[in-house]
């Protein structure tokens, strides 16, 4: 059985800036790591410390693995420093992701907010991959200004793709953007799927999954049907610490991703 505990060596290729505080890592691991879209590793910056991240690339792509990182503390603060021929470890993958083949001949909406681009970015690719196995597939993005819109050029030949409904929003606007205003539930309205028997995927920051999944049930999605990442507060990536517990789960275990029936009784989802 392979040692959870260490971390596998690997070499960074590029880091793309996305936005003055999301950069993007691009690294080849000496072993091949395969995941499942949803699941996530473990980033170690020696001597530094590690942090967990569900990578935003491919999964089909076996060699060359990203991730997509805000920088918010310590660690997150070196990865963006990084520099092509860096080392850092990996460890991973861990915990349940999207059950994709659950999916099949149903109507799917995935809502992305914020930072939660880059797990879906991961979603996506895996559904375009799929494609023809779904009956319609939307999504609906936003984010604060469109300077922190990452994935741009990606999401703007998305757009072109005939199997995507896509539509964007920022919380305020400005002289260079040229779609919708308001927060992401703006543009929740009048989608033209069967919502009572389809899924909603919904991935971002805490408040704005907590406003994304109360107008999914206005919309008829059922409690079972609603996927939620629920990332925020995981640290060690094995239920050892205790930061992710979830009243009787462990979001590195058992998730990160769930559906909202199976967590809506716990009182501190969106803390």
Not at 62 to 67: P, R
Not at 210 to 236: D, H, Q, R, V
Not at 239 to 268: E, Q
Request: hydrophobic share 35%.
């Amino acid at each position: 059985m392979k040692n959870p505990y260490r971390p596998i060596k690997a070499e960074v290729l590029d880091v793309i800036e996305e936005t003055p505080t999301i950069s993007t890592v691009r690294f080849k691991p000496e072993e091949s790591i395969t995941f499942a879209t949803g699941q996530f590793v473990e980033i170690t910056i020696p001597g530094v410390g590690e942090a967990p991240f569900t990578p935003s690339s491919k999964p089909s792509e076996k060699k060359v693995m990203e991730v997509t990182v805000m920088k918010v503390g310590k660690v997150t603060k070196k990865i963006h420093e990084l520099k092509k021929g860096d080392v850092i470890g990996v460890r991973g993958p861990f915990g349940k992701g999207y059950p994709v083949d659950d999916f099949r001949d149903k109507e799917i909406l995935v809502v992305g907010g914020g930072c939660g681009f880059a797990p879906l970015r991961s979603l996506m690719y895996e559904l375009f991959h799929r494609s023809g196995q779904f009956k319609k597939l939307f999504f609906r993005g936003g984010c604060k200004t469109s300077k922190e819109l990452v994935f741009k050029s990606e999401i703007d030949t998305w757009a072109e793709r005939k199997d995507l409904d896509l539509k964007l929003t920022v919380d305020v606007g400005d002289s260079q953007w040229k779609g919708n205003t308001g927060v992401v539930t703006t543009i929740l309205e009048n989608i033209d799927m069967d919502c009572a028997s389809g899924i909603a995927i919904i991935c971002g920051p805490p408040i704005m999954m907590k406003f994304a999944t109360k107008k999914a049930l206005e919309m008829g999605f059922k409690e079972e049907n609603i996927y939620l990442s629920m990332e925020k507060n995981m640290s060690c990536g094995i239920g050892k610490c205790g930061h992710c517990r979830l009243g009787t789960y462990y979001a590195c275990k058992d998730g990160p991703v769930f559906t909202y029936d199976k967590i809506k009784n716990f009182s501190n989802i969106w803390d």
